[in-house]
């Protein structure tokens, strides 16, 4: 059965800590790892990674997937309160059109 | 350009009743997907339509179903409600689904069911 895990389930930093955010993912046929951040409303894109290795950036946000081990890090430097949210992984499949979601990290940033 | 737009944004049903939730994608999107969210299950795939036609379906009992109209719209709908259906329910567009194509979400639908 296809899985996503992800690591640590939550989270409390203070403002301009970096954090590393973990998903493992067990999907048949894998095509790409997605990466979405949850405030109180509509998940947001951040990420949709189909190549090992390839580093994605947007601003103070990275992320990385290793294909080998299964794994995908979404890492945020000098973390601002607005980043608290819940960040979800999604794995998704070459066929079946659906995404696997990881049960997410909740992330607070403190000031 | 408008977002993935659903309706309605909050209800509050009785065991035993149907509701029925509606989707509008964004301009050009003709895939759409659902899924429902709860605390302890997180995002859970409900099923995804494109062009009418329903392309993969979760493992979700036959109270659940869905639609898809010739403009793209969808509609889910869950009947004979019971109190573990209280979730928040959310579409995604993208432009055909599947490999590659981003998905967006909408603000969702959140049902209590008392």
């Known amino acids: 059965e296809d899985k996503v895990v992800q690591s640590p389930l939550s989270l409390v930093v203070h403002e301009g800590d970096t954090v590393t955010l973990n998903c493992s993912y067990e999907?048949?046929?894998?095509?790409?790892l997605l990466w979405y951040k949850q405030e109180k409303k509509a998940p947001t894109f951040l990420f949709m990674l189909?190549?090992?290795?390839i580093e994605k950036k947007s601003g103070r946000l990275s992320s990385i997937l290793d294909k080998k081990e299964l794994f995908s890090i979404l890492n945020i430097t000098a973390t601002q309160t607005g980043d608290s949210a819940v960040y979800l992984c999604?794995?998704?499949?070459?066929?079946?059109?659906?995404?696997?979601f990881g049960k997410g990290t909740s992330l607070l940033v403190t000031p | 350009k408008a977002g993935v737009t659903q309706t309605p944004r909050y209800l509050i049903k009785t065991r035993g009743q149907q509701v029925t939730l509606s989707c509008s994608p964004i301009?050009?999107?003709?895939?759409v997907s659902w899924y429902q969210q709860t605390p302890g299950q997180g995002l859970q795939f409900l099923f995804e339509?494109?062009?009418?036609?329903?392309?993969n379906k979760g493992n979700f009992p036959g109270r659940f179903s869905g639609r898809q109209f010739s403009n793209s719209r969808s509609e889910m709908n869950v009947s004979t409600l019971e109190l573990g259906d209280s979730a928040l329910y959310l579409c995604?567009?993208?432009?055909?689904?599947?490999?590659?194509?981003?998905?967006?979400f909408g603000e969702g639908s959140w049902l209590t069911v008392v």
């Open positions: 301009s050009g999107h003709r895939s």
């Open positions: 189909t190549s090992s290795g």
């Open positions: 999907v048949t046929n894998f095509r790409s």
């Open positions: 339509y494109f062009s009418e036609t329903q392309r």
């Open positions: 995604a567009s993208s432009l055909a689904g599947g490999v590659g194509n981003t998905i967006y």
């Open positions: 999604a794995a998704e499949s070459n066929s079946g059109y659906a995404l696997n």
